[in-house]
T-cell receptor, first 123, second 114 residues
Framework: GQNIDQPTEMTATEGAIVQINCTYQ??????LFWYQQHAGEAPTFLSYNVLDGLEEKGRFSSFLSRSKGYSYLLLKELQMKDSASYLC????????????????????????FGRGTQLTVWP | GAGVSQSPSNKVTEKGKDVELRCDPI?????LYWYRQSLGQGLEFLIY????????KSGLPSDRFSAERTGGSVSTLTIQRTQQEDSAVYLCASSLPELNTEAFFGQGTRLTVV
């Protein structure tokens, strides 16, 4: 099955750097995503990793180690507006879906989310 | 439309009634996902469509839940004989069929079963 673990809550101060870790176990890994979700709103995409290494996008960076089943999201120069829930998500395929994909020629799988890390940024 | 559209945005229903939730994905997005999010919780995967087919229905919590997709576009999630524990925000997302593309979410339907 799939298991995604991330801390429930984190706090930091404005201007600081925070690292949110995510570990996962999956049967058919097809990529890892990070999303941001403000209270009462829909999740919005932050980053994507499918190969090992660091992907940088402005104040946000994401790292992946497939052999360790580990990723982190790094947020720099924190701002008050960064207070939100950060969701780690793995795209994977169950065996049945893998067989279906081989028949139908599709390689996508379901996008499976962790419980999210609630980040609070203090002034 | 430009984004994923879900309707209704809010639904209050009596226990035991059936409800239908609708999702209009972004045009051209062949992959479509349904999730459920209870207050303060993460996203619970329900079902995933590729075109009109559902290669993974593993997340549907019971046989009261079903979903269909027609024309490779609109999807409907149906909950029969609703229970109070079905109260949650139901989110729909869609994506292009390539691996490295993100899923875009609609604003969700807030379902309250009274």
């Amino acid at each position: 099955g799939q298991n995604i673990d991330q801390p429930t809550e984190m706090t930091a101060t404005e201007g600081a750097i925070v690292q949110i870790n995510c570990t996962y176990q999956t049967s058919g890994f097809n990529g890892l995503f990070w999303y941001q979700q403000h209270a009462g709103e829909a999740p919005t995409f932050l980053s994507y990793n499918v190969l090992d290494g660091l992907e940088e996008k402005g104040r946000f960076s994401s790292f992946l180690s497939r052999s360790k089943g580990y990723s982190y999201l790094l947020l720099k120069e924190l701002q008050m507006k960064d207070s939100a829930s950060y969701l780690c998500a793995v795209r994977d395929q169950r065996l049945q879906a893998q067989l279906w994909s081989r028949l139908m020629g599709s390689t996508l799988g379901r996008l499976y989310f962790g419980r999210g890390t609630q980040l609070t940024v203090w002034p | 439309g430009a984004g994923v559209s879900q309707s209704p945005s809010n639904k209050v229903t009596e226990k035991g009634k059936d409800v239908e939730l609708r999702c209009d994905p972004i045009s051209g997005h062949t992959a479509l996902y349904w999730y459920r999010q209870s207050l303060g919780q993460g996203l619970e995967f329900l079902i995933y469509f590729q075109g009109n087919s559902a290669p993974d229905k593993s997340g549907l919590p019971s046989d009261r839940f079903s979903a269909e997709r027609t024309g490779g576009s609109v999807s409907t999630l149906t909950i029969q004989r609703t229970q109070q524990e079905d109260s949650a925000v139901y989110l729909c997302a869609s994506s292009l069929p390539e691996l490295n593309t993100e899923a875009f979410f609609g604003q969700g339907t807030r379902l309250t079963v009274v």
